[in-house]
């Protein structure tokens, strides 16, 4: 949810990162470990007996692991376990396939051997996985924050889409880009119970406000207690009155088409191109809100700049 064009700089080294990308995963069921029969064949079972639920753990639990074996290790054999041959990449500096994901685990480990990838929450709807981390390729640095989505087809990752933005040194709120400030404070998703009413309510409320452009959106979905992690818009209902009111008046003819949703409890991700004017590019950008008590509270995303030419032909979104 961009309020300015200072917020769109995607630093480089992360774009190809993120292809990568791995962590501990908070409140995830324990990630299968390649070689130990850890869920093993659960895909070919994925649309029988076994419960949803179970499912969409699976899946958290498998894009967690190979992020992580990935990323931190150079491990190429998680990537043969997990991800489909035919893996489809849509990270514009990185071809089709798992051999180039593999080629590429190998490469970025040997350059950034202590490279950490802090994943803060995991949700997961259908057979979609969003991911949102803290990307420290050099320790000591802010580093980048970064969404990763995949889509699962028959118990593997079978395509990726990402976006990623430098961490500021400051923030226009007070809030890091990562923390839960919202009550409960904790990096779980709610129960599965809400998923479909939440994502319906953010739903409407991305069409009347980023869509329409419409700011008495905020005065219908949005809580009285509302917490902002975009670094460029101050805290409070107040605060993303006043930052998107600016950016729509700077930007007219903006358009903000949603690509995909991803909702898991009280946490609702959108996924959508933003056009600021006709004949641009735009950006690619995943809002994450947080509902409660049938409101909206708090609100992170991450934006990244769609460039000119992709290394695999299949655009961002």
């Given at each position: 949810?961009?309020p300015?064009?200072?917020?769109?700089?995607?630093?480089v080294?992360?774009?190809?990162?993120?292809?990568?990308?791995?962590?501990?995963v908070?409140?995830?069921?324990?990630?299968?470990?390649?070689?130990?029969?850890?869920?093993a064949?659960?895909?070919?079972?994925?649309?029988?007996?076994?419960?949803?639920?179970?499912?969409?753990?699976?899946q958290?639990?498998?894009?967690?692991?190979?992020?992580?074996?990935?990323?931190?290790?150079?491990?190429?054999?998680v990537?043969?376990?997990?991800?489909?041959?035919?893996?489809?990449?849509?990270n514009?500096l990185a071809?089709?396939?798992?051999?180039?994901?593999?080629?590429?685990?190998?490469?970025?480990?040997?350059?950034?051997?202590?490279?950490?990838?802090?994943i803060?929450?995991?949700?997961?709807?259908?057979?979609?996985?969003?991911?949102?981390?803290?990307?420290?390729l050099?320790?000591?640095?802010?580093?980048s924050?970064?969404?990763?989505?995949?889509?699962?087809?028959?118990?593997?990752i079978?395509?990726?889409w990402d976006?990623?933005?430098?961490?500021?040194?400051?923030?226009?709120?007070?809030?890091?880009?990562?923390?839960?400030?919202?009550?409960?404070?904790?990096?779980?998703?709610?129960?599965?119970?809400?998923?479909?009413?939440?994502?319906?309510?953010?739903?409407?409320?991305?069409?009347?406000?980023?869509?329409?452009?419409?700011?008495s959106?905020?005065?219908?979905?949005w809580?009285?207690?509302?917490h902002?992690?975009?670094?460029?818009?101050?805290?409070?209902?107040?605060g993303?009155?006043?930052?998107?009111?600016a950016?729509?008046?700077?930007?007219?003819?903006?358009?903000?088409t949603?690509?995909?949703?991803?909702a898991?409890?009280d946490?609702?991700?959108?996924?959508?191109?933003?056009v600021?004017?006709?004949g641009?590019?735009?950006?690619?950008?995943v809002?994450?809100?947080?509902v409660?008590?049938g409101?909206?509270?708090?609100?992170?995303?991450?934006?990244?700049?769609?460039?000119?030419?992709?290394?695999?032909?299949?655009?961002?979104?």
């Amino acid at each position: 949810m961009p309020p300015t064009t200072s917020a769109r700089r995607t630093l480089v080294a992360v774009a190809v990162s993120a292809v990568l990308l791995g962590a501990a995963v908070p409140a995830v069921a324990s990630a299968p470990v390649a070689g130990s029969g850890t869920h093993a064949g659960f895909g070919a079972h994925a649309g029988s007996g076994y419960d949803a639920s179970a499912r969409l753990d699976y899946q958290k639990a498998v894009a967690a692991d190979v992020l992580k074996g990935v990323f931190e290790r150079g491990d190429t054999a998680v990537v043969d376990r997990f991800v489909r041959p035919d893996y489809i990449q849509h990270n514009p500096l990185a071809a089709d396939g798992a051999e180039t994901l593999k080629g590429l685990a190998v490469s970025v480990h040997r350059q950034f051997p202590d490279a950490t990838y802090d994943i803060k929450r995991v949700i997961s709807e259908g057979d979609l996985v969003l991911v949102h981390s803290n990307v420290v390729l050099t320790p000591g640095t802010r580093g980048s924050a970064v969404f990763d989505i995949f889509r699962f087809q028959g118990g593997k990752i079978a395509e990726h889409w990402d976006t990623g933005q430098a961490v500021p040194e400051k923030s226009a709120n007070g809030n890091d880009m990562f923390s839960t400030v919202s009550w409960p404070q904790t990096v779980c998703p709610g129960s599965r119970f809400l998923t479909a009413y939440n994502e319906k309510l953010v739903t409407a409320a991305v069409d009347q406000l980023l869509v329409k452009k419409d700011l008495s959106a905020l005065d219908r979905y949005w809580g009285s207690e509302y917490h902002q992690h975009n670094p460029n818009i101050a805290d409070g209902v107040e605060g993303a009155r006043s930052g998107l009111g600016a950016y729509f008046k700077q930007f007219p003819q903006l358009t903000v088409t949603p690509k995909r949703v991803i909702a898991e409890g009280d946490l609702v991700a959108v996924h959508s191109h933003y056009v600021n004017a006709p004949g641009e590019r735009g950006q690619a950008v995943v809002d994450l809100f947080r509902v409660r008590g049938g409101k909206i509270v708090e609100h992170w995303d991450v934006l990244q700049d769609v460039p000119e030419s992709s290394a695999n032909g299949n655009g961002m979104f």
